[in-house]
């Protein structure tokens, strides 16, 4: 089993951003993460609470705006200005993907789609995490905005346990394993640290590890797992106004990388396992360092102006206007944590160089013979979101 590599520092990084991985072919694409992923499920989450009637909101419930704000953002509520990369990467590897809100229903067994239903336990509103099966039979993406590595966010919102654990039970639901054909990305950790003043990256790479560990043992054999860019490095850690410093960021991200490696190393001794890193350190680092072979020429500041991501929601003040620059595709960052959708091409390009290797094509596989390991039923909370990726 090849030993799992995932850079803490600088290294060099030589790609081909007009790669093709013609020898990786997948079934399906299945996303588990946060903001940098989120194709518009936290969007449609909180556009679908803004369309309840004032009437039938239950006292104290606070309604969020939809977030991202449309425009500046993506008119389909992702965070940057257009695709991100998992769009890209599903469109090089010639597949789509479906927000999990627009499978989701109102209860099992339920034909109404829905966004949201009730706990069964507690009446609450929450975020659905029914989906009758559906998910098991089509790509799929499950990232939210503002998702940490948990089982749910402070927010309500499915962390990255959550979002795996409902992806297993829809699985149980359809009596169905994982396929094992399929690709599987696991990219979570930024909110567990930008906006966190005590982060403990030990839980943090210990929720990922347990994510990794429940879709192996659902069936799931090719799994591409991200480490954290230089958190440090981001246009709101390096302004005047950050909630966490540049140099802490930094180092919390070389802690959260060095374990992650440590970690992962371990995972590929799994049997038929497949665990294909993708260094966004490095590959960030690289573009910091240099950015004009990659058509970069700003990397400290943000296309947007005043940093949405300083406000709650993305929202800014009454009275006060977002600011696009002239050209998006020069910047690498949208706001001051969200990557510009140039940036994003870019790295979803390096991703496809890391299936294009020969150690990341997956291999035919005839029968499964694993118990599901199940995270449990999740239900979550649907609050006012707040200013994390």
């Not at 940490?148 to 795996?164: C, D, H, N, R």
């Not at 297993?168 to 990305?185: H, K, R, S, V, W």
């Not at 930094?250 to 992650?260: E, F």
């Not at 943000?302 to 050209?327: H, I, K, Q, Y």
Request: charged letters at 15%; glycine letters at 6%.
């Amino acid at each position: 089993m090849k030993k799992i590599i995932l850079s803490t520092g600088f290294a060099l990084l030589s790609f081909n951003l007009s790669t093709q991985a013609e020898a990786a072919s997948f079934s399906k694409l299945y996303v588990f993460g946060d903001s940098l992923s989120d194709s518009g499920n936290i969007f449609n989450v909180t556009t679908a609470l803004n369309q309840i009637p004032p009437q039938l909101i239950p006292p104290g419930f606070e309604i969020p705006p939809p977030t991202p704000p449309v425009p500046p953002y993506d008119e389909d509520g992702r965070f940057s200005n257009g695709l991100v990369w998992v769009d890209y990467l599903a469109e090089n590897l010639g597949l789509t993907s479906t927000p999990s809100t627009e499978l989701s229903v109102l209860f099992p067994g339920s034909q109404d789609k829905s966004f949201l239903t009730l706990d069964p336990n507690s009446g609450e509103l929450i975020i659905s995490p029914f989906f009758n099966g559906m998910t098991a039979t089509q790509s799929v993406n499950f990232a939210f905005g503002a998702s940490q590595t948990g089982l749910v966010s402070a927010e309500g919102i499915p962390g990255l346990l959550g979002q795996v654990g409902s992806f297993i039970n829809d699985l149980e639901f359809a009596n169905q394993f994982a396929d094992p054909e399929a690709l599987y990305i696991v990219s979570s950790g930024p909110n567990d640290y930008q906006t966190v003043p005590n982060p403990n990256p030990e839980q943090s790479v210990s929720n990922i590890v347990t994510s990794i560990q429940a879709l192996y043992n659902s069936g799931a054999r090719n799994i591409m797992v991200s480490n954290l860019p230089n958190l440090g490095e981001t246009p709101r850690a390096l302004g005047p106004f950050a909630p966490v410093p540049s140099a802490p960021l930094s180092a919390v991200t070389q802690v959260h990388n060095s374990l992650l490696t440590e970690a992962l190393n371990n995972l590929s001794l799994l049997p038929d396992i497949n665990i294909i890193p993708v260094d966004m350190f490095s590959l960030y680092t690289q573009i910091f360092n240099d950015p004009e072979p990659f058509g970069f020429t700003t990397v400290t500041e943000a296309c947007l102006s005043p940093d949405p991501s300083l406000f709650p929601n993305l929202t800014p003040p009454e009275g006060v206007t977002f600011t696009v620059c002239d050209r998006p595709d020069k910047y690498v960052f949208w706001d001051g944590i969200h990557p510009t959708t140039a940036s994003h091409k870019v790295l979803a390009e390096f991703a496809l160089a890391q299936l294009a290797q020969p150690e990341s094509v997956p291999e035919p596989r005839n029968s499964i013979a694993l118990g599901i390991f199940t995270l449990g039923g999740l239900l979550y909370k649907t609050r006012n979101s707040s200013k994390k990726c």
